[in-house]
Nanobody, 116 residues
Framework: QVQLVESGGGLVQPGGSLRLSCVVS????????MGWYRQAPGKQRELVAA???????NYLDSVKGRFTISRDNAKNTVCLQMNSLKPEDTAVYYC??????????WGQGTQVTVSS
């Protein structure tokens, strides 16, 4: 049974940094493309960053140059380093398979709040 456990969120001032982590258990993690998604209040969930099994990455235009996605297949972990955070980055952040690798459910997510 697959489990997704996100962590690392919090309250940070504009310009600050956070590092999110997601442990994926119960799957052949190394073969999956993985993504970080976010959902702000009143908005649809959106894909922020994705990384393939070959470590090719893609980013939402608004986070390019500020966010970096990475993965550690030995630890079944995918991370999102977020720098130069802006108030508009405030959202609940989730990890999941990207595209066809979506696991069919969402974890609890981790709240990121960017505010002075």
């Amino acid at each position: 049974q697959v489990q997704l456990v996100e962590s690392g969120g919090g309250l940070v001032q504009p310009g600050g940094s956070l590092r999110l982590s997601c442990v994926v258990s119960g799957s052949i993690f190394s073969f999956y493309s993985m993504g970080w998604y976010r959902q702000a209040p009143g908005k649809q969930r959106e894909l922020v960053a994705a990384i393939t099994s070959e470590r090719t990455t893609n980013y939402l235009d608004s986070v390019k140059g500020r966010f970096t996605i990475s993965r550690d297949n030995a630890k079944n972990t995918v991370c999102l380093q977020m720098n130069s955070l802006k108030p508009e980055d405030t959202a609940v952040y989730y990890c999941n398979g990207a595209g066809i690798y979506y696991f069919g459910f969402w974890g609890q997510g981790t709240q990121v709040t960017v505010s002075s």
